[in-house]
Nanobody, 124 residues
């Protein structure tokens, strides 16, 4: 059984930064593609960023490209999301997800395991 636990969310002013972490239990972390999704109230869950199991390929939603960076520390079974230049529209519940496909996907249904989410609130 794989468990994902997010942390690092909080309240920040526009222009500020946060780093989210997602700790993954299990011995096969290095075989999982990892992704971050977010969901704002009344909206559908949307893709934010992904990183391939090998760590050599990343993908970002256009809305966060150049501001967010996804990375992974296989020795620590952790995936990170560094968020800079935050905007009020980044306010959402952020989830990490894991998948054992060949390549990461932007589709939430492709991911087998999910964390409980961590809230990010950006004030204007």
């Amino acid at each position: 059984q794989v468990q994902l636990v997010e942390s690092g969310g909080g309240l920040v002013q526009a222009g500020g930064s946060l780093r989210l972490s997602c700790a993954v239990s299990g011995r096969t972390f290095s075989s999982y593609n990892m992704a971050w999704f977010r969901q704002a109230p009344g909206q559908e869950r949307e893709f934010v960023a992904s990183i391939k199991w090998s760590g050599d390929s990343t993908d970002y939603a256009d809305s966060v490209k150049g501001r967010f960076t996804i990375s992974r520390g296989n020795a620590k079974n952790t995936v990170y999301l560094q968020m800079n230049s935050l905007k009020p529209e980044d306010t959402a519940l952020y989830y990490c997800a894991a998948d054992q496909g060949l390549v990461p996907s932007r589709r939430s249904y492709r991911y087998d395991y999910w964390g409980q989410g961590t809230q990010v609130t950006v004030s204007s």
